[in-house]
């Protein structure tokens, strides 16, 4: 009873805590944003499958599938370093766990805590079977645990219903010094939907707490194609940018595939967060382009970056998921960052 009284008090504080912010205008002074993402390299792995998330691994990468029952481990060259199974492996004995049954891993984050450093890997929560977490050890993936987060999950659902959220659905997550990001995949016209918390109240309850984080929730308005709305797939915290990758995909749920109309990629400035700019907030955002002038015809799912020069210019690696059982890396280069 008590913990049901917390999270009608939390989610009570969220709806009046985001119905009192105002709207801003731009001012005129405010510069256009030419932000640029340019695919300089592409990569095919026909036995890496759906790959939902990456993140970096000395000078290589980590990469896992929404459907892989493995972390996979690149070389600083794309080259496959290896694989660990975190999960039973039974169910990909056809290369694919089945949708019914898999976890959708569709986010991952480095942290360190007490001197040692894991990755969080985070279930879609898009059905029962999703509703899960596990952490593993970064320096020996062979440790590794399993973690139900279905309570959590819940209270999520009920914080996004206050804020014009039918489905549940996370695709991205970031965490630094301070805070735990949380990105929501929209549906149809529904704004795309940031979540965030204190870090040590979020690890606290990933490691184990029955205490639930307390979110903040700020809301995005991502770019349309034709009648279909942009939405988030991916995330990764750089400096004071949380850098994202999105798409328009035409599905009707959080389950089924669609066809896919767009990808994406942009930043959200952090610091804009403390200034209560209320919302729907626009950011930087851009579609792909390919060398020929055409634009990525692929379904971005998460990227890492780096900054590769002082004049705005950031090297990008993003994986994406063919729906096929394949994915791909590419190598892309952000330019005209503010």
């Avoid at 060259?77 to 898999?102: E, L, W």
């Avoid at 695709?171 to 549906?187: C, K, P, V, W």
Wanted: charged share 20%.
């Amino acid at each position: 009873m008590t913990r049901y009284l917390y999270f009608v008090i939390l989610a009570s504080f969220i709806f009046f805590g985001t119905a009192c912010q105002k709207k801003t205008v731009p001012q005129e002074s405010e510069k256009p944003l030419q932000m640029q993402a340019s695919v300089t390299q592409t990569i095919p792995f026909a036995n890496m499958p759906s790959a939902s998330g990456i993140e970096k691994a000395g000078t290589g990468y980590y990469v896992i599938g929404d459907d892989a029952p493995f972390l996979y481990l690149l070389d600083a060259n794309f080259k496959p370093a290896g694989k660990f199974a975190f999960m039973d492996t039974v169910s990909f004995a056809s290369g694919r766990i089945p949708s019914a049954t898999k976890p959708d891993l569709e986010s991952m984050a480095q942290f360190t805590r007490s001197d040692t450093t894991y990755l969080l890997m985070l279930g879609s929560g898009s059905a029962a079977t999703r509703n899960v977490a596990y952490l593993v050890q970064a320096d020996n993936p062979k440790k590794y645990k399993k973690v139900d987060v279905s309570d959590f999950y819940t209270f999520l659902k009920q914080v996004l219903a206050r804020n014009g959220a039918d489905q549940l659905n996370l695709e991205g997550l970031a965490i630094n010094d301070t805070h735990a990001y949380l990105l929501q995949r929209s549906f149809g016209q529904e704004q795309s939907i940031l979540l965030r918390f204190k870090r040590e109240e979020f690890l606290n309850y990933i490691t184990g707490s029955t205490a639930m984080p307390i979110a903040s929730v700020f809301h995005f308005q991502l770019p349309k194609l034709g009648p279909y709305q942009a939405s988030f797939s991916g995330a990764y915290l750089l400096q004071d940018n949380l850098f994202f990758t999105a798409t328009i995909e035409g599905t009707p749920d959080a389950i089924a595939d669609g066809e896919v109309h767009g990808s994406f990629v942009g930043y959200i400035p952090l610091l804009e967060l403390q200034e209560n700019k209320g919302f729907p907030v626009t950011i930087p955002v851009v579609q792909l382009d390919l060398a020929d002038g055409k634009k990525y015809a692929g379904k971005v799912e998460s990227l890492v970056v780096s900054q590769a020069d002082s004049l705005g210019t950031f090297r990008a690696i993003i994986v994406s998921d063919d729906d096929k059982g394949g994915s791909d890396l590419l190598e892309v280069t952000l330019s005209g960052i503010q």
